[in-house]
């Protein structure tokens, strides 16, 4: 038996129930990723004076190290669907004293922004919950300009993710599987799939990298996986559909899962992801 697929609605919610916890841990948050976003700046063909948009921000990354790479000359405009985490972009680019950063709220399915608007875009780990995916591509492909190019990351399969092996899979263990196709960290899991999809938008040029990237998280086993769910939409989500009386033994199971990583000092997670880039 699987649950249904969850709507557009439950799904903002979760995102936007996860915004004050990961704005809070942004910085933290921004080292675990760092090579990850390395790889899609490096993907996105970023350079000074690039007109660049990233799609579902969060609380700043990539956004902030392409508005880093595209200088002198160029601008980064971040977007995300939850308003909650564009004042913590803007926060934090002017900590970094960054003025080539706007944001601006907006739905990935329907971007409010004329065609051929930007010379990179951006998706990191945000392609794989919007609700039509599909859809949402078609338009990041209606804004890219002719010459420019969109870089993505979504996660490989669970089982070559640690870090979702300690969080997905112990809250998989107390509930029924979603249906097939349902907005979740592994929609595009299967090698080939967004390229498939992308190719359906009208990118051409479509290439696939599968890479293993170091995804640590400095602190103790407890602080690993209570940051791990509460920084997660769909993670939050999932412990609320499980029975609050089996919470303790959740949180334990999550514990043990986390333990074999840690070193002393920091949980030594890696993070298997495809990037996936294509032309206008």
């Given at each position: 038996?699987?649950t ?31 090579a ?17 948009l990233d799609v579902?921000c ?20 971040a ?22 950063v ?21 998706c990191?780990?945000g ?30 399969a669970?089982?070559k ?27 595009f899991a299967e ?10 938008a ?6 696939e ?11 103790t ?7 791990a769910?509460?920084r ?6 999932a412990?609320?559909?499980i029975d ?14 986390v ?6 000092t920091?949980?030594?997670w ?7 880039t294509?032309?206008?």
């Amino acid at each position: 038996m699987t649950t249904p697929t969850p709507d557009r609605q439950t799904v903002l919610r979760d995102q936007a129930d996860a915004a004050a916890d990961r704005n809070r841990l942004a910085a933290k948050g921004a080292i675990q990723g760092k090579a990850m976003t390395d790889s899609i700046l490096r993907a996105s063909r970023a350079r000074p004076g690039m007109r660049a948009l990233d799609v579902a921000c969060g609380s700043g990354e990539p956004a902030l190290a392409l508005a880093q790479a595209v200088l002198p000359g160029g601008t980064v405009l971040a977007s995300d669907l939850v308003p909650d985490y564009l004042d913590a972009v803007l926060k934090s680019a002017q900590e970094l004293g960054l003025t080539n950063v706007t944001v601006q709220q907006a739905d990935a399915e329907a971007l409010p922004f004329p065609d051929a608007s930007f010379d990179a875009v951006t998706c990191r780990l945000g392609v794989m919950f919007m609700a039509d995916a599909e859809q949402a591509l078609k338009e990041i492909h209606r804004v890219l300009a002719p010459s420019g190019r969109a870089a993505f990351v979504v996660w490989q399969a669970l089982e070559k993710n640690p870090f979702h092996l300690c969080t997905h899979g112990v809250f998989s263990k107390y509930l029924p599987p979603r249906g097939p196709g349902a907005p979740s960290p592994h929609r595009f899991a299967e090698p080939g799939s967004l390229p498939a999809a992308m190719d359906r938008a009208g990118f051409h040029d479509v290439e696939e990298d599968s890479l293993e990237l170091p995804w640590p998280w400095a602190g103790t086993v407890e602080e690993a996986w209570d940051a791990a769910w509460r920084r997660q939409g769909s993670f939050r989500n999932a412990l609320e559909r499980i029975d609050p009386a089996l919470h303790p033994q959740v949180i334990q199971d999550g514990h043990d899962a986390v333990r074999p990583y840690y070193d002393g000092t920091t949980v030594n997670w890696v993070a298997n992801i495809h990037l996936v880039t294509g032309a206008k």
